[in-house]
C-alpha cells in the first residue's frame, strides 16, 4: 500500500516477531504499535528509519491498536525520541497504567490467579518473574497518553481510518478500518497463521471468548480486502479467516468441556488440552489464561459449573443443575 511499510520487531519468546507500521502522514509520520523494548527492538527501528528516510522529530503520533507489552512496550521510548503523542483506547490506557508501571504489582496478582485454579507454586513463580521482567521491557512508560475514541474517524496522510471496538484479545482493544481502501489495521484481533490469545486473567471484564466471537461478527460485516495485521503475514483471505477462527474456538470449547469430566481445576484441563512438555512459562501463562476463558464461557452457556472448596481453590464440573 502506497505510503505505509511493516515493520517486523524482534520478540524474546516464541513469537518471534510482532508487525508494527510507519505511515506517511502528510510531511510525517505516524507510527501503528510499538514493539517491546529492549536492544534488538530499538535496533530494528532505527534500522528502519534508516532504510525509509524518518528523522523521528518528524513522527507526529503512535497509534496503539492495545496495550500488551509487545505492541505498547517501545511507546514511551519512542516518544522520547520524537516528542509523539501516544494514543490508544481509554480502556487499555488504564490497563497500561496498572500493569506495566512502576508501582505495579500484576506479576504476583496473577499468579496468585492462577494459583488458585490449580497451577503449582514453582511455576506460579516463574509466571510472576517472566511478567516482571516483561514489565521492565515497557520502561520509560510514555509520559501521557491520549485517548482514541471507536467510531471517531482518525485521518493519518489521506486515509480516513475509522476505529473499532473488538474486545476479546484485550478488553478494550481497537482495529482501524479504511473504507475507501477496504483496508484493516487489525492488530492481535485477526491473525492468519496463529489464533489470536484469547485469555481470562485476572483483571478481564468479563466472558473475553464471548467477547471475541462478538467482534469477529462485527468485523464480519466489514468489506476488507487487505489486512495488516500484528503478527504474521498480511491476510488477504478476511473472511474466510474468520471462519476458522469460529470453527478453531468451537473445536477448542468441545476439547475442554471433555477434559472437565466429573471434575477437574483449570490447570488440569489445560495440560489435558495442551502439550504442556512443550511449553515455555511464556507460552504455559497464555494457555492457562486461555483455559480459563473456555471454561468462563461453557460456564455462561451452562455446560459446565464453578466449585469453589473450603481452601479457595476452584474447579470445575459438568453441569448438574
Known amino acids: 500500500m502506497e505510503g505505509i511499510h511493516q515493520v517486523q520487531l524482534p520478540l524474546p519468546f516464541p513469537l518471534r516477531i510482532v508487525n508494527v507500521y510507519l505511515m506517511r502522514d502528510g510531511d510525517g509520520w505516524t507510527i501503528i504499535d510499538a514493539g517491546l523494548n529492549y536492544p534488538p527492538g530499538q535496533a530494528a527501528w532505527r534500522e528502519a528509519f534508516n532504510r525509509y528516510g524518518v528523522d523521528p522529530a518528524s513522527i507526529r503520533r503512535i497509534v496503539l491498536t492495545h496495550a500488551h507489552p509487545d505492541h505498547y512496550?517501545?511507546?514511551?521510548?519512542?516518544?522520547?525520541?520524537?516528542?509523539?503523542?501516544?494514543?490508544?483506547?481509554?480502556?487499555?490506557?488504564?490497563?497500561?497504567?496498572?500493569?506495566?508501571?512502576s508501582d505495579s504489582r500484576a506479576h504476583e496478582t496473577t499468579a496468585i490467579f492462577f494459583g488458585s485454579h490449580g497451577m503449582p507454586r514453582d511455576l506460579m513463580a516463574t509466571v510472576a518473574e517472566d511478567i516482571a521482567s516483561l514489565r521492565l521491557m515497557t520502561h520509560p512508560t510514555p509520559v501521557a497518553l491520549t485517548h482514541i475514541p471507536a467510531g471517531e474517524p482518525l485521518m493519518i496522510g489521506r486515509r480516513v481510518f475509522v476505529p473499532i471496538a473488538t474486545p476479546g484479545h484485550s478488553d478494550d482493544h481497537l482495529v482501524f478500518y479504511c473504507a475507501e481502501e477496504r483496508l484493516l489495521l487489525c492488530g492481535d484481533a485477526v491473525l492468519i497463521k496463529i489464533t489470536p490469545n484469547v485469555g481470562l486473567w485476572g483483571w478481564t471484564h468479563g466472558n473475553p471468548l464471548a467477547q471475541f466471537l462478538a467482534s469477529l461478527d462485527r468485523l464480519a460485516e466489514l468489506d476488507v480486502a487487505l489486512a495488516l495485521p500484528g503478527h504474521g503475514p498480511p491476510i488477504t483471505r478476511f473472511h474466510e479467516r474468520l471462519e476458522e477462527l469460529r470453527v478453531h474456538h468451537a473445536e477448542r470449547l468441545a476439547a475442554m468441556e471433555h477434559a472437565v469430566g466429573a471434575g477437574a481445576t483449570a490447570y488440569e484441563v489445560c495440560t489435558a488440552v495442551f502439550p504442556l512438555q512443550e511449553l515455555t512459562s511464556h507460552q504455559m501463562r497464555f494457555a492457562m489464561a486461555e483455559t480459563l476463558a473456555h471454561l468462563e464461557y461453557l460456564a455462561a452457556q451452562g455446560r459446565i459449573e464453578q466449585i469453589e472448596h473450603d481452601d479457595g481453590q476452584y474447579a470445575w464440573r459438568r453441569c448438574i443443575c
Open 73 to 101: 512496550g517501545m511507546a514511551g521510548w519512542l516518544q522520547s525520541l520524537s516528542g509523539a503523542p501516544v494514543a490508544l483506547s481509554a480502556g487499555e490506557a488504564t490497563f497500561a497504567r496498572a500493569q506495566w508501571h
